[in-house]
């Protein structure tokens, strides 16, 4: 593998807490939108 992909693991423990925070978020907005556009308030 490349270093690259051993770089990002390294980010992702050393900020584990806020990115899975914000990777929640992110996943809570697309289930918010995707209510909204099969209730009908999106177009």
Aim: charged letters at 25%.
């Amino acid at each position: 593998m490349s270093n690259g992909f051993y770089s990002a693991l390294a980010y992702y423990y050393a900020n584990k807490e806020a990115l899975d925070a914000q990777f929640a978020a992110y996943n809570e907005e697309c289930r918010r939108l995707e209510a909204e556009y099969k209730a009908g308030n999106l177009s």
